[in-house]
């Protein structure tokens, strides 16, 4: 069992991948522009921030579960999609 915070910046100016914290780490992000910005957590809950302010984000109490498929996952997406294209291994030319 790993216990990290994962931070993944969207729609950022620049190309930024995830960042990898200690569970017991304090993150603060602060808003340095003089407009409101859109604060978007989990894709679920949303908040509009004024310009100054400060989020502290920290572990939750809660934990996720993943569950973890067997190699053949994409096989079974696809085929659960209806996608009858080109079959494994074959090509277009």
Same mark, same amino acid.
């Given at each position: 069992? !790993?216990?990290k915070l994962i931070l993944t910046? !969207?729609?950022s100016l620049s190309v930024l991948r995830? !960042? %990898?914290f200690p569970s017991e780490s304090k993150i603060t992000v602060e808003v340095l522009r003089p407009k409101k910005v859109l604060l978007v957590v989990d894709g679920a809950?949303? +908040?509009l921030l004024d310009s100054k302010? +400060? !989020?502290v %984000?920290?572990?939750s109490k809660n934990e996720a579960k993943f569950i973890r498929f067997g190699?053949?996952?994409y096989h079974r997406l696809r085929s659960r999609l209806l996608f009858h294209g080109l079959k494994d291994g074959e090509n277009c030319g």
């Amino acid at each position: 069992m !790993i216990h990290k915070l994962i931070l993944t910046p !969207i729609c950022s100016l620049s190309v930024l991948r995830s !960042i %990898v914290f200690p569970s017991e780490s304090k993150i603060t992000v602060e808003v340095l522009r003089p407009k409101k910005v859109l604060l978007v957590v989990d894709g679920a809950y949303r +908040k509009l921030l004024d310009s100054k302010c +400060k !989020i502290v %984000v920290t572990q939750s109490k809660n934990e996720a579960k993943f569950i973890r498929f067997g190699e053949n996952f994409y096989h079974r997406l696809r085929s659960r999609l209806l996608f009858h294209g080109l079959k494994d291994g074959e090509n277009c030319g």
